[in-house]
């Protein structure tokens, strides 16, 4: 599977992609988004692509994100996947601060959207970010999300305590978006 943007393409991680996603990795001291973890080693990688591969399909959709030159820069899903309800969330890393911020995770939100309406049959896909997380709160707004709502002091993280930040997109907000 591959879903074609402009200047990114979405393709199945293969276990040499995940060792890459998981060296190149850059915690963001300025912006943290999960814990400071040190010292994980490519047996973690190997364990995170084997974690995919158990759940893909079934639970998640989990794609990486490759500039067009074939480069994997990061990994974008569609998680906890309800086909009863027709609801997922969205989640995505961008493996390098370089890359953060340019847009990248954008696009690769915006053709997991469309995949995940168009073709898996969901009407509601929600996304989640910390409260210091202004790129990423750019990203889901950029792609038509709205702000349902904030969950104060949620998340403990590095010694703070912070809000998390709960977005949500349906499908007819999507297509009529045009995004």
């Known amino acids: ?18 060792k890459k996603l998981w060296n190149d990795f850059e915690y963001d001291f300025n912006c943290p ?66 890359n953060r911020s340019k847009g990248y995770g954008s696009e690769a939100v915006s053709l997991m959207l469309d995949y995940g309406f168009r073709f898996l049959g969901m009407e509601r896909i929600t996304a989640n970010t910390l409260e210091i997380n202004i790129g990423a709160q750019k990203s889901i707004k950029n792609c038509g999300f709205t702000l349902e709502g904030r969950e104060r002091k949620a998340v403990y993280l590095n010694g703070n305590k912070y809000d998390r930040l709960c977005y949500a997109i349906l499908k007819e907000e999507f297509f009529k978006e045009g995004i």
């Open 33 to 98: 988004a999960e814990e400071f973890n040190i010292g994980h080693s490519d047996e973690k990688a190997d364990g995170w692509f084997d974690e995919i591969q158990k759940l893909q399909g079934n639970q998640n959709v989990r794609l990486g994100i490759f500039l067009n030159d074939g480069t994997v820069i990061g990994d974008v899903a569609l998680q906890n996947i309800d086909r009863v309800n027709r609801k997922c969330s969205v989640g995505i890393g961008i493996a390098k601060i370089e």
């Open 1 to 18: 599977m591959k879903l074609q943007g402009k200047r990114i393409y979405l393709a199945m991680l293969e276990r040499a992609d995940c």
